[in-house]
């Protein structure tokens, strides 16, 4: 663990085994990725997929800057899964619920093409596992219009807040509710496209999914 | 409109009327803040609440940074809402639907007091409208121990992908099930802390809650 991955606000709510880093990202859906541009910031949501101790994340305006240097492009890519409001006695002391990852690399563009047509896999299975099976795999035209971005997950930690308030002895007597609001992302029913036939239905991955 | 506000990738997706920027933000519960540590990237989970044409972010590592800097840290705010995977036949149309916003600005130190107060009650109120005439509101010592932060949405534009799968006319006679999961977040029954006497029971803004 390198000094930048080290929580430094609300320290008691870090955690740096890879098990619990790899169980956030394996969850979440979008990850928020941070780069430089000039002296701005920007921040994008992409779909990523982990492989072990690496993520690739889909491409977008960030490969733009991975092309221009080779080492890769400095991100810092966070994972937030909100897990439930937290309503205190006082203001103050309201929160939220959550776990989270962040994550410090250099971001590198995958230029070999088997390399590619992996990650890409990755990044599919993990939106919809058992998907990659069904659906037709890229073609070349595809996969050059694609941008696939590897990133070590080295340099990561994860952040997570649970359980209710942490009210001041003080403002027990209140005659205030308090408590925690759970919260989850649900999946409704699959709305098929106008075109599937009807005599195919959801497989069992899209009927039951879950995360 | 800025220039940096424009959609690159996907421009088709780009929406620029405050109305749709103002919908999404209130909708959202947590908001990626990008900002610049040296020449590293940070991306830090925080909550905020909007004020009009303005947001307040609740302060956290920014802080420490907008202190250093009479007009502000530079900050990329990206606020994302995930509506459902989406299913095509070939891997590569396989999308999200989703809506963001992406504010680029200077996030100011709030330190005016009742500016600050001001701020601390806009974010609660975001996070659950109604509570703050409800729980007791911070005193000296807590909102000394507070960072509050203003964004001017100035520059902002939102992003947002819906509908089925786009797919190549030459994949629709694939026998491979292709649509939408729709996919949102959900609360469940409130969970009262261990302190709360058993007559107070949740109220209304807390029972139905609802974004």
Redesign the interface.
Known sequence: MQS?TRV??HPERGVYDAETVHAILDEG??A?????DG???????T?YGRDGASMYLHG??VALWSKRMAEGV?????V?L?D??V??????K?S?N?R?V?I?GNAVLVSDSQEKLHG??RI?EH??PG??R?????NET?LT??SVLRLSLAESSAKIRSG??L?DDA??S????????????????????????PI????DY?RL?ER
Chains 1, 2 share one sequence.
């Open positions: 930048r430094r606000r859906m979008i928020h990725v941070g780069f430089v002296e701005t910031p920007v921040v994008i949501p779909a977008s305006a400095p991100v810092c890519v966070t937030t909100f439930g409001l309503l205190a006695r006082s203001t103050f309201h939220m959550y989270s962040m410090f890409l896999e599919v939106l919809v998907r990659s069904e659906a037709r795999g890229p595809e219009a694609t209710g308030p009210d403002d027990f209140r005659p205030v509710w308090a408590g925690v609001l759970p919260a989850a992302v649900t999946y409704g029913t699959p709305v098929p496209d106008a075109l599937v036939p195919v239905s959801p497989p899209i999914y």
